[in-house]
């Protein structure tokens, strides 16, 4: 059984009685072990599975957790165990009972930048309002950390914003009321709705496990206190504490003791992972921060040829280079080495050096399958057929036509709203025939309004190159559109008239059709010319291929399910979680977190970019700086290679050796 696998303290916390259980747990002392272990101990006492939940950073932790019990329990009985992220859990519950189309924050961003765009800030304070992609951030940090209103949380996060905090939250309510009439729900939405909704439920869980607490943030924890559960397994440490800037609050397990009444606190000190050369460094480092909870590790590995080095170079590019050589004469297995950065400017040049000698890279966190330019399109075509209201997916859709731009893109949306009396095929298909297709819109001036002035052009302007049934259609009035604009909307128009009747039929439909087939036309054209700086036909149409094979993969994966809504749910639900490539493992801080490699490169250890003074600046700490270089420190097995550089000549920039190494005894 997996109780027989701990050791005492670990078994200590595993056993423990129900109630409010923290479980101080630093990196490398087995945390995954307890859980698995606290799991067990309940289905061996009775616990009905489906009254555990467990809840996880990542829905791949809890896959593994559950794994782990399947020597020891029933498939069947592990399955109705509430296992997942936050979102998952969340997701799983709602899907059911509530319509809700989950929208990726670039997606969303579209549509705030549609209503933001329509505002107008004439009264400037001595800073300039915050752009719209910002902004969104801004938002989403509010919904994850306060309870109080919008307009309050501006004015303290910056109160020199306070002059636009009744336009931000204007914008905002508009924001919220457009995603609620197309059913949009973003990752916020999903928690927001599921606290909401499951206090007023009748179900009740046993116990609630819950890993990295320490980064929870105030709608996380509401979630857990607002859910029925006779007793917390809170597993963190905070000394890993590393999400302030998504609203995780360090507060949260510190106070743990004081809100939670007869609270037991168990800590495990005996850690698996790192030599103790490398342990020294970290504890050497973090010992600055204020100490919430007592801790005293134990170092179980004996490596007597651990290395700890410095490596110092005259320019940042001298050491990217000697690193991707070292790399490349080390005898460690690629794949469990780990190059670590703190800020993303690092990557690009790395990876260079790196490529550059035939090393392969894998890169957690980079761009996935799914957010590669041809598959989101086509995924955004399969939600127009699935929501024909869809403006993000529309917008997203037609902006790739020449001449369109998401501008463009929204205001044809809005005319086939305005011909289709709010109902987008008719207006499409048979629209009505008014003299204004296109309304003036209106703007907000300090939430002041006025008329924007829309002159409309001949809709019959394009009839020789289009298609009997689209000719003179009274969106191509529009007067910014061209030729090429119109062509290209007339084979959209024929690719939504095309009828299916099961998945595999419309794949094949979209795939096949001249409006897709522009697509491929575009995006091929445009890679190719990137990369080659010429166009070859050849590669082009090699090109046209690779995007029918993964075409096919996106069909492949559709195959599990039988509803085209879950299966596009699906996608944006998963495919944060994705890891491209094989090699060197190239990663920030926060994607590193919870991993672990026998060789780790900490890069760029130099003030001002680890820590990073210009994020500190800006609502950030010295802390969680300090926080993150012990994340990065304890992901490393049995070797760790610091370096830094006194200047980056490209930048024209100075620089002295990071607060961090001084404070590890590793620079004077």
Known sequence: MPLSLLNKEQLDAACAPCGYNLIIASAGTGKTSTIVGRIAYLLQNGVEANKIMLLTFTNKASSEMIKRLESY????????????????IAYRYLKDNHKILLKQPKELKVLLRSIYNNRIFSDIGSS?????????????????????SFVDFIINYSSEHEIYAPIYDDVFMEFMELKKYYNYASYDDLLLLYRDLIKEDSMYFEEILVDEYQDTNYLQNSIIFNTKAK?????????????????????????????????????????????????DIANKVISNNPRIYPKHL?????????????????????????????????????????????????????????RELGIGVKKKGGRSFFESKEISLFIDILN????????????????????????IAKDIYDCLINLGDGDIKKGLF????????????????????????????????????????????????????????????????????MKYNSLDTLFNGILNSDFFGAIKESVSISRIKNKYKILQKEKIDEEKNNIDRKIKILYNLSKSYDDLGRFLNSITLNSAESSNGDGVNLLTIHA???????????????????????????????????????????????????SYANKDSIKNTNYIPSIFLKEAGLVI
């Open 128 to 148: 300039p309002p915050y752009k719209a992609d910002y902004l969104y951030d801004l938002f989403s940090l509010y919904l994850n950390s306060s309870s109080g």
């Open 592 to 642: 590193s977190k919870g991993l672990e490699f026998d060789d780790v490169y900490v890069i760029d250890l130099m003030e001002g970019r680890f820590p990073n003074m210009k994020l500190i600046s800006k609502n950030g700490s010295l802390e969680e700086e300090r926080r993150l270089f012990y994340v990065a420190a304890t992901r490393a097995k049995y070797n760790i290679y610091f």
């Open 384 to 407: 127009l057929f699935f929501n024909k209201h869809d403006m993000m997916a529309f917008v997203h859709v037609l902006s790739i036509g020449n001449g369109i731009g998401e501008s």
């Open 73 to 88: 329990f029933p498939k069947d009985i592990l399955k109705n165990i509430q296992a997942g992220t936050f979102h998952a």
């Open 298 to 354: 134990e170092v179980l590995k004996d490596v007597k040829d651990s290395i700890v080095e410095v490596l110092k170079f005259e320019d940042t590019k001298e050491q990217y280079q000697f690193i991707a050589r070292h790399i490349r004469d080390s005898k460690t297995n690629l794949n469990n080495i780990a190059i670590i950065f703190r800020n993303n400017v690092s990557s690009d040049y790395i990876e260079a050096a790196l």
């Open 231 to 279: 007793s917390l397994f809170c597993v963190g440490d905070y000394d890993q504490s590393i999400y302030a800037f998504n609203g995780s609050d360090i507060g949260i397990i510190a106070s743990f003791k004081d809100r939670c009444s007869n609270a037991n606190i168990f800590s495990l000190t005996k850690n698996y992972r790192s030599s103790s050369k490398i342990l």
């Open 430 to 497: 048979n629209p009505k025939n008014i003299k204004k297709p296109y309304q003036n819109r209106l703007k907000n001036a300090q939430l002041g309004l006025f008329d924007d002035i829309f002159i409309e052009e001949d809709s019959a302007r394009f009839n020789k190159a289009l298609s009997k049934n689209f000719a003179s259609h009274l969106l191509l009035s529009h007067p910014k559109l061209k030729m090429d604009s119109a062509i290209f909307l007339d084979k959209f128009y024929n690719l939504f008239n």
